[in-house]
């Protein structure tokens, strides 16, 4: 499962306990207005996610708030799994 796909399964299992069963999101619905999701679902998502992407862009790379639709979380984690300068090599 590629990335993408990864932050795409975690969104639909959430999706799914909070608004019931979805089988498909567009990259623009939003987050809150649409698919129901509040700030402990979306805290529960990032905590999924750097857990099976060893990533979190938002701990110093942009704010959550900015994040408003589907297509904004994808963004968000596409540059934060990108391996970084360094990352890995011995010191």
């Known amino acids: 499962m590629n990335r993408r796909e990864t932050v795409m399964a975690a969104l639909l299992d959430i999706v799914n306990e909070v608004a019931g069963?979805?089988?498909h999101l567009d990259e623009d619905q939003l987050l809150v207005d649409q698919l129901g999701?509040?700030?402990?679902?979306?805290?529960?998502?990032?905590?999924?996610?750097?857990?099976?992407?060893?990533?979190?862009?938002?701990s110093d790379e942009m704010p959550i708030t900015g994040v408003r639709t589907v297509g904004d979380l994808l963004e968000a984690y596409a540059p934060a799994v990108r391996p970084?300068?360094?990352?890995?090599?011995?010191?």
């Open 84 to 91: 970084r300068l360094g990352a890995g090599e011995p010191s």
């Open 21 to 23: 069963p979805v089988e």
């Open 37 to 58: 999701l509040e700030s402990l679902h979306l805290a529960r998502l990032v905590a999924v996610l750097e857990m099976e992407l060893d990533a979190d862009p938002f």
